[in-house]
């Protein structure tokens, strides 16, 4: 549908702060997540996953698992349906089916240590675990690689025997590790380079983030013999695990009802489907509810982190700091299915700025790792590592201010970005400014002290959405949503719905729907739910507007047209209306039953006009030249939201962001040794900053209303994690007086960068 409105500038409820309505249940422990379905015949379902980084498997003997006491179901590879190469499925981000239902079952290879090869369901977890200590498994191991610049060199350890480089013209002959090459074009970029007065040209590389979700992946499944099925699971996108296990399986999608828990943490890592379609078959084999959850070393070994990256970027600007040129190679692992989220990153790196030459080499690369997972901003943070190191390098060339360096290449409404569209209104400049003038970088930095200055970009999404609002016959109203609330999406939509129906927020609730409930809905994901599902719950409060419009006329007799909303309240308007008491929402909401029946609104929205986002950070820290410790002092995020309905939430998002970015910057990476085993598979030897890693983050929200949204909305959960990497190098390379171009900066790198400086 589409929904006619002018942005509003001026609010009553949207705007504040009142409590967050999941608080109590979760402080108190009575929020239900992923493992805590239980029930008395519910069996433990337990992933035999393969101790090879590489390897082909000869065969699978179940037959001493099966005759194990308490067993009741086992399934492997063979239990699975055929799928071919060419269906898709959408969950964060599109992803090929056939990769899918590979990645949550080995087929005829284990392509990385930690991919399932069989799972048993068991009475116990104690039989589960001694049933697959019985699974005979006859394996043939093979070369493997997992680092992305070594798996394009030539006579690599092949992930996919058959695989055929996509967008190369002409086509490669031979197979190669790189899934597929895409080329952004824009200007003349021989000429860009030559305009230049001073060049900057280096090499980047990331290592693979986990997304730091407290709650492992947990499910219950509970199929019954006529072929229908339900799932409970912690997920981002309960709509998407439907299709997903639907397609996987060879069910209809009516069969099978997904509800979706409370989660604890996503970030991108729960867009798609890992025990959810092994848990259905074991459930279907054994006639019995299957509950499976992952341990953390699984999480770590078997689920998705983000890319590992290498980006090599060359930028020319002239004397005066105007950016003429940049080009780029972005190689991404997607790890051992293709789908890196490269192009994001490609597209994010430079969309800030009013390059007008760019040529971009995108590389999507599988290597033996677990498939890759979105993670906030997936692919942005890494691209903007290395171009905002670079544009720093030319700041520290030219002897420009940083912030004054990036406000004279600002793009602004009416430039064209990168990805291709012409920016609306956006709020970069504003950004600019309002970090400029921030009274933190009034201090001065002492000895071994810098700061660093990045910024960030996110295009935002909207996508599929549907929203119930039914009011109850006490005045009450409930919000049905289809999105998964991991950002504080109920409050967000109680919020707007409150704000459009003009009652108190009290009186509204908002619930997570399961599939059979709703119509599709897109993943929550992409900073999309708070504009789409935003314009879904507005559209439908509308209709329960129109309703009682429509009610009230026929009460008094009236044409609708001489009915006006206000103020919570239905009046007569006009010369012809009558002279009748204005009817309050309660009063209609009671008189219900007798005027019509239930009172509801429904929408269905394929949203557009997401709304670009933009965040500029400051990162002040201090180097111990004798230990390489990095000490993050202050810490400023300025970003533009467009209109923050719950500033609360927004700020945390922003704080958020930074807290993730700070560590994947400083400590986190996933070790992988010669052999292709991870070595550091948990959080003792993973680390994630703590609390006393982190000073006080200041936040300013700044809100450029997008004209794509009622109340301006743009989504915010994605670009405060973009600038950090880039942020923190910058301070840090400022600090020892050289560049840094790996992350993480642990101390190890920093004290030799130290040794290596002029």
């Not at 997540?33 to 090879?52: E, F, I, Q, T, W």
């Not at 997920?235 to 397609?247: E, I, K, L, P």
């Not at 209809?252 to 828990?261: G, I, N, Y």
């Not at 930074?658 to 994947?664: K, L, N, P, S």
Request: with cysteine; proline share 7%.
């Amino acid at each position: 549908m589409e929904l006619e409105f002018t942005t509003r500038t001026t609010f009553d409820k949207v705007g504040t702060r009142p409590p967050r309505p999941d608080g109590t249940d979760k402080v108190t422990g009575r929020a239900l997540y992923g493992a805590d379905l239980a029930g008395a015949d519910m069996l433990v379902g337990k992933v035999l996953r393969s101790p090879h980084a590489h390897a082909r498997i000869l065969a699978i003997d179940t037959s001493r698992a099966r005759a194990l006491p308490g067993v009741k179901a086992v399934v492997t590879r063979d239990d699975f349906p055929d799928i071919g190469p060419e269906g898709t499925v959408k969950g964060e981000v599109e992803e090929n089916l056939w990769d899918v239902a590979r990645n949550v079952m080995a087929r005829d290879k284990a392509l990385y240590e930690g991919h399932a090869v069989a799972a048993v369901a068991a009475t116990s977890t104690a039989v589960a675990r001694q049933a697959l200590k019985l699974i005979d498994i006859t394996w043939q191991a093979l070369p493997h690689v997992t680092d992305v610049d070594e798996a394009m060199r030539p006579g690599a350890p092949l992930v996919h025997e058959d695989m055929i480089t996509a967008g190369m013209d002409p086509a490669p002959e031979e197979p190669s590790n790189i899934a597929e090459y895409t080329r952004i074009e824009m200007g003349d970029i021989e000429a860009g380079f030559a305009a230049a007065d001073v060049v900057v040209e280096q090499t980047f590389r990331t290592e693979a983030a986990h997304q730091g979700y407290i709650e492992p992946h947990a499910c219950v499944a509970s199929a019954s013999e006529d072929g229908v099925a339900e799932l409970w699971c912690c997920t981002q996108g309960h709509f998407s695990v439907r299709d997903m296990c639907a397609n996987i399986l060879g069910m209809d999608l009516a069969s099978l009802r997904v509800t979706s828990s409370e989660i604890g943490g996503g970030f991108g890592g729960k867009t798609t489907v890992f025990l959810e379609p092994v848990a259905l078959l074991l459930s279907r084999q054994s006639g019995r509810p299957v509950k499976m959850t992952m341990s953390r070393d699984e999480v770590f070994r078997a689920s998705g982190p983000t890319s590992s990256t290498s980006i090599t970027a060359r930028i020319g600007a002239t004397r005066d700091g105007r950016i003429t040129a940049c080009d780029a190679s972005f190689r991404y692992q997607g790890g051992a299915f293709a789908g890196s989220p490269v192009g994001y990153g490609a597209v994010c790196g430079m969309a800030p700025y009013d390059c007008p030459n760019v040529d971009l080499h995108c590389y999507d690369v599988v290597v033996n790792r677990p498939k890759a997972a979105a993670y906030r901003a997936p692919g942005a943070p890494m691209a903007a590592f290395a171009i905002e190191s670079l544009l720093d390098e030319i700041a520290c060339k030219l002897d420009i201010d940083p912030v004054e360096l990036r406000l004279r290449n600002a793009v602004k409404e009416g430039a064209s970005s990168v990805y291709g569209p012409t920016f609306g209104t956006i709020g970069f400049v504003e950004c600019l400014e309002a970090a400029r003038d921030h009274p933190s970088l009034e201090a001065a930095p002492g000895p071994n002290q810098a700061r660093g200055i990045a910024a960030g970009f996110w295009p935002n999404y909207g996508g599929q959405t549907s929203v119930t609002v039914n009011v109850n016959n006490d005045g009450t109203v409930l919000v049905s949503l289809g999105t998964p609330d991991i950002g504080g999406s109920r409050a967000s939509m109680c919020l707007m719905a409150a704000e459009e129906l003009q009652i108190p927020y009290e009186r509204v609730k908002a619930i997570i729907a399961d599939t059979s409930a709703l119509g599709h809905n897109d993943t929550t994901g992409g900073s999309r739910v708070t504009h789409s599902a935003g314009l879904a719950t507005i559209a439908a409060s509308r209709k329960v507007i129109d309703t009682m419009k429509r009610r009230a006329a026929a009460v008094w007799d009236i044409d609708v047209d001489a009915v006006v909303w206000d103020q919570g309240c239905v009046r007569p308007s006009g010369a012809n209306a009558g002279d009748h008491e204005p009817l309050t929402f309660d009063a209609i909401a009671a008189m219900a039953p007798a005027t019509g029946g239930p009172i509801a609104g429904h929408a269905e929205i394929n949203a557009e006009g997401a709304g670009a986002s933009f965040a500029v950070h400051v990162c002040d820290l201090e180097v111990d030249p004798e230990t390489g410790r990095v000490t993050v002092l202050r810490y400023l995020a300025v970003q533009d939201a467009g209109k923050a309905i719950h500033p609360d939430y927004v700020e945390g998002q922003y704080q958020g962001g930074v807290a993730q970015g700070i560590g994947w910057a400083l400590n986190e990476e996933y070790i992988y040794g010669s052999d292709g085993i991870l070595q550091n598979p948990g959080f003792l030897d993973y680390r994630i900053p703590v609390a006393s890693d982190l000073p006080m983050i200041d936040t300013v929200i700044v809100e450029v209303p997008n004209p794509g949204h009622p109340y301006g909305v743009r989504g915010v959960g994605e670009t405060p994690i973009v600038p950090p990497l880039a942020a923190v190098a910058n301070a840090v390379s400022r600090a020892i007086g050289r560049r840094m171009t790996e992350t993480p900066m642990s101390p190890p790198r920093i004290l030799a960068a130290i040794d290596q400086a002029p």
